[in-house]
């Protein structure tokens, strides 16, 4: 079936604009994920939803940062009053979301590359 | 398209040899362990996991080996490919989570002919 796919690809935005990332994960997979990768460095975690419910946002940088995943399936993350050092590429996983367990493997979306100018 | 790790360490194979991509964990709580493959303006790919109970396991062309005493873990690539080169990254996991994946630097791998 098909990947994590996320939307857009690409932002532009201007210093102080709010932005919002789409994800939408495999499937039927119950637990979702966001990363931040800034260029040159591994992905950071951001949070994670099981179902609609956000059980960690412990690596959201600031409350500039919000993640939302009202029905259990797509996700949003938006960032309001962007600035230079939110660029990054953010990226999606989804998981089957097996309950506890660590060995539950993450599939990753192709990332949506935020340029804040 | 866009480059990922301009300034990572980078390993360069010629086609045909064997690879071995290495990283130290941080977490000794660690108890999964994956290594991802990222091409340019791609996400992450899964390669190969490992458990906290194991010390080896292998897959199509890759071994994985993880040393729980120094908290190292190592990928090895049979017959590296040209299609092979991306950046490499391990991750590992916290017992009993299933969340926050934690990633390691990452290793450009560069398959020269």
């Known amino acids: 079936g098909a990947g994590v796919s996320q939307s857009p690809r690409y932002k532009v935005a201007k210093r102080g604009q709010d932005v919002a990332l789409r994800c939408d994960p495999i499937?039927?997979?119950?637990?979702l994920f966001w990363y931040q990768q800034a260029l040159g460095q591994g992905p950071e975690f951001l949070t994670y939803?099981?179902?609609?419910?956000?059980?960690?946002k412990s690596g959201l940088p600031s409350d500039r940062f919000f993640a939302e995943r009202p029905e259990g399936s797509v996700s949003t993350l938006k960032i309001q009053r962007t600035q230079q050092e939110d660029s990054a590429v953010y990226l999606c996983?989804?998981?089957?979301?097996?309950?506890?367990?660590?060995?539950?493997?993450?599939?990753f979306g192709p990332g949506t590359r935020l340029t804040v100018l | 398209g866009e480059s990922v790790g301009l300034h990572l360490p980078t390993l360069s194979v010629q086609e045909g040899d064997n690879s071995i991509i290495n990283c130290a964990y941080s977490?000794?709580?660690?108890?999964?362990f994956i290594w991802y493959k990222q091409e340019s303006g791609k996400g992450p790919q899964f390669i190969i996991d490992?458990?906290?109970?194991?010390d080896k396991r292998q897959g199509q062309r890759v071994t994985v080996l993880l040393n729980k005493t120094v908290k190292h873990l190592s990928l090895q690539i049979a017959a590296t490919q040209p299609g092979d080169s991306a950046v490499y990254f391990c991750?590992?996991?916290?017992?009993?989570?299933?969340?926050?994946?934690?990633f390691g630097t990452g290793t450009r791998l560069q398959v020269t002919l």
């Open positions: 996983a989804s998981s089957l979301g097996l309950a506890g367990d660590s060995t539950d493997t993450q599939y």
């Open positions: 499937s039927g997979h119950v637990s």
């Open positions: 939803f099981q179902n609609e419910a956000q059980l960690d």
């Open positions: 977490n000794s709580a660690s108890d999964y």
């Open positions: 490992i458990r906290s109970n194991m």
């Open positions: 991750a590992e996991n916290l017992t009993g989570t299933a969340s926050k994946l934690t």
